[in-house]
């Protein structure tokens, strides 16, 4: 049977030179620098001084020293990294660049955003809601959302219990779930059917169950779909990070302000 999501060409192979591109990105940090100065004099200085080094992607300089004091040089390419490092202990301008390499993966920000953000999707994938459904097309695309929802439900409601119903209106489609396998397959068994006058189309929805979610570091292949609900939630689930994020680095902030002057109090005079 067909699978929809979102995107209803088959699914195609991720092109490894994307994959290439992302993995061989380097990330330098550089501190040395005084905090006092303008961040774009800064900038201009670390530009100036790494960009011969190999492709430069960025430069970020920090805005918060106490969340964080080193500025990043960000390269495409592995050969950047050596001849980045090799800069370590040069002088720029009045003062000497402590340099090292720095992989993103390693910030404790990154890492606590990243298990947030997978314990987000974690969730939705355990949510029984969203573990059979099916897509529908064909349907009078002209009709308000609300008026959409309430006549594929009352279409549908003879197959079983929906759990949710969500209305795509720019991909011109519906995925309503159901509460059991079985309830989807009666679903599916309305394919053809009339709604107001216009034959629908139903197609398997992917879900967490019929596609379960790739292990970290695996690479999509053919026949994989991202699961629906997936889709569907994603710009809640992101702001639900972000919104976490910034919980957490005004805590951060706030403990190492604490931690600071603690250390400040006890320095001997």
């Known amino acids: 049977m067909d699978t929809y999501s979102r995107k209803r060409s ?13 993995s061989s990105r ?16 800064i900038k201009s200085e670390l530009i100036n001084h790494f960009k011969s080094c190999g492709d430069l ?34 002088d720029i301008g009045n003062w000497k660049a402590l ?14 955003s990243l298990r947030y953000h997978r314990s987000l999707y974690s969730d939705l994938a355990n949510d029984e809601r969203f573990w059979y459904g099916i897509a529908v097309l064909g349907y009078d695309t002209s009709l308000p959302e609300d008026q959409v929802k309430s006549i594929l439900t009352e279409h549908f409601s003879s197959c079983g219990v929906i759990t949710h119903v969500y209305v795509c ?11 059991k396998k079985e309830d989807e397959a009666s679903a599916m068994d309305l394919n053809g059917s009339k709604v107001g006058g216009f034959k629908i189309t139903t197609m398997l ?36 990070r ?26 001997p005079s």
């Open 26 to 41: 380097v990330r330098i940090s550089v501190e040395g620098f005084s905090h006092g100065r303008p961040t774009d004099e």
């Open 57 to 90: 992607i960025s430069v970020e300089v920090p805005t918060d020293p106490i969340l964080e004091s080193r500025a990043f040089v960000n390269y495409h390419g592995h050969l950047a990294k050596e001849r980045a490092l090799q800069l370590n202990g040069s």
């Open 10 to 22: 088959a699914p195609k192979p991720v092109a490894k030179e994307k994959f290439n591109y992302i």
């Open 169 to 179: 209106t720019p991909d011109e489609c519906t995925n309503i779930y159901f509460s």
């Open 99 to 112: 340099v090292k390499f720095a992989p993103r993966e390693e910030d404790l920000d990154y890492q606590v």
């Open 205 to 240: 929805l992917a879900t967490a169950i019929s596609n379960p979610r790739l292990a970290p570091g695996d690479e999509p292949t053919v026949g994989y779909s991202i699961p629906a609900p997936f889709l569907e939630f994603a710009r809640e689930i992101n702001k639900k």
């Open 242 to 267: 972000d919104d976490y994020m910034t919980e957490w680095r005004v805590k951060a902030r706030r403990e190492r302000v604490i931690k600071a002057r603690r250390e400040q109090a006890f320095k």
